[in-house]
Each structure stands twice: as C-alpha cells, then as structure tokens.
C-alpha cells in the first residue's frame, strides 16, 4: 500500500492491481499510480486523479478534481467536479455528470440523465435520452429509447 493511504478508506488488491476506496468514505490524497482504481457507492476522493489503468466510480461517488484514466466507467449519479481525459472508452450511466469537459480517446457511452460541461470524442459518442451538453464534438448517434 503506497505511502499515506488510511487503511480506513482504502484498500490494496494486489492480485489486480486495484486501489478500492470504500463505500461511505472519503480519501483525500491525489492518486497518481499504475493502478486500477474502483470507488464504492457514496465515496469521496477529495483531489485529482492521474492513473495507468481503468476507473470504475460507484454509484453516487465523487471527485473533486481532474481525473485521467484509460477505461472509465461514472456509476450512476457519480460526480467529477473537474475535467475528464479518457484515454480509452467512457460509459456514463444514468444521471452522472462531469463538470468540466470530457474528452475521449476511444467511444463514449452515454445514458439517460448525464450531464458534461462539454464533450469530444474521437470514436462514436452513443446517447440514450436526452444530449448530455450542448457542446458536442464527433459522430453522435442519438437514441430517444430508453
């Protein structure tokens, strides 16, 4: 386990590589490693996030700050307060949202209720319900079925 982490809120899987901050809780150091990392249901990571590796965030989760990753999936009603780089694909679940921009390297997913400051993708971007920003860059196919 990496220095300064709260043995409290997160926890080390070695086999996988995985940080997993714990539901209900709050982390308040950057990450900025080889990991994977997993937020549980109502977490809190206080600073930026910077990893080589794939971010799943729970449902209702937060970030507050930027956050780059390869593979990223925002569970639903799961919150980042800064900018979003997404090396590879982005799904976005139901009512998840990102304040700053988002801007994806690979295809984004995206379900009923997101929202983004604003989004780019370099692959297609796929929208169930509603667009989820006004400002939108690459091939939109949106599906009004839910």
Same mark, same amino acid.
Request: glycine residues 10%.
């Given at each position: 386990?990496?220095?300064?982490? !709260?043995?409290?809120?997160?926890?080390?899987? $070695? !086999? #996988?590589?995985?940080?997993?901050?714990?539901?209900? #809780?709050?982390?308040?150091?950057?990450?900025?490693?080889? @990991? %994977?990392?997993?937020? =549980?249901?109502?977490?809190?990571? /206080?600073?930026?996030? %910077?990893? !080589?590796? %794939?971010?799943?965030? *729970?449902? +209702?989760? &937060?970030?507050? =700050? %930027? @956050?780059?990753?390869? $593979?990223?999936?925002?569970?639903?009603?799961? /919150?980042?307060?800064?900018?979003?780089?997404?090396? =590879?694909? /982005?799904?976005?679940? !139901?009512?998840?949202?990102?304040?700053?921009?988002?801007?994806?390297?690979? #295809?984004?997913?995206?379900?009923?209720?997101?929202?983004? *400051?604003?989004?780019?993708?370099?692959?297609?971007?796929?929208?169930?319900?509603?667009?989820? +920003?006004?400002?939108? $860059? *690459? $091939?939109?196919?949106?599906?009004? &079925?839910?």
């Amino acid at each position: 386990m990496a220095e300064g982490m !709260d043995r409290a809120s997160i926890r080390a899987h $070695k !086999d #996988s590589n995985t940080l997993i901050v714990m539901k209900n #809780s709050n982390y308040t150091r950057p990450i900025t490693h080889r @990991v %994977n990392v997993i937020t =549980g249901m109502n977490s809190r990571c /206080l600073e930026h996030m %910077n990893i !080589d590796g %794939n971010l799943e965030l *729970g449902k +209702s989760a &937060q970030i507050l =700050g %930027n @956050v780059r990753a390869n $593979k990223v999936i925002l569970g639903p009603g799961s /919150l980042i307060t800064g900018d979003l780089l997404v090396d =590879g694909d /982005l799904v976005a679940l !139901d009512r998840s949202r990102v304040l700053g921009k988002v801007l994806c390297n690979g #295809s984004a997913f995206v379900r009923p209720g997101v929202k983004f *400051g604003s989004i780019e993708a370099a692959g297609l971007i796929e929208v169930y319900g509603k667009n989820p +920003s006004p400002n939108m $860059k *690459g $091939k939109v196919v949106v599906n009004k &079925q839910e």
